[in-house]
């Protein structure tokens, strides 16, 4: 992932992440700052001051999103099958939802090494820097 240019728009680095992952589209990040809502949103005082703004920006793309408070192993098992967001409140930071490594996460990080995380989320990681919340879009399921 390309570096975040300031501080506050990890939020819109990880959600133009997702949508260019996911081959939704693709989307410049002045573009996605715009979906999301600058300022009422997303802002240099706040950074993003709601999960429901990030919800409301995937439905501009017909994307379902949702919102959970998760443990390690819940990522982990939602890592396995889906992608999205993930925000340790700890951190204060948007993340990407890349999959696994190992034993932990693999996140798309737009401020790399940023309170030591770097492309992966250890469970000591995850447990130091939590609550933690995600925004997921849920697998779709076989017919």
């Not at 992932?1 to 693709?26: K, L, N, R």
């Not at 703004?53 to 919102?67: E, N, P, S, V």
């Not at 401020?111 to 609550?131: D, I, K």
Request: charged share 10%; with cysteine.
């Amino acid at each position: 992932m390309e570096p975040q240019h300031y501080d506050w728009t990890c939020s819109v680095c990880s959600f133009q992440w997702v949508i260019e992952a996911t081959g939704t589209a693709s989307v410049s990040r002045p573009e996605c700052l715009e979906i999301i809502g600058h300022p009422e949103c997303v802002n240099a005082t706040y950074g993003c001051m709601s999960s429901q703004c990030l919800i409301d920006a995937y439905a501009t793309f017909g994307l379902l999103a949702k919102q959970a408070w998760v443990t390690f192993d819940q990522a982990y098992a939602l890592a396995r099958v889906a992608t999205g967001q993930i925000n340790p409140q700890g951190m204060y930071h948007f993340m990407g939802i890349r999959g696994i490594s190992g034993p932990d996460l693999a996140v798309a990080n737009s401020a790399m090494n940023y309170m030591g995380v770097g492309s992966t989320l250890s469970r000591e990681q995850f447990n130091a820097l939590g609550p933690v919340s995600v925004i997921y879009l849920p697998p779709i399921q076989p017919q």
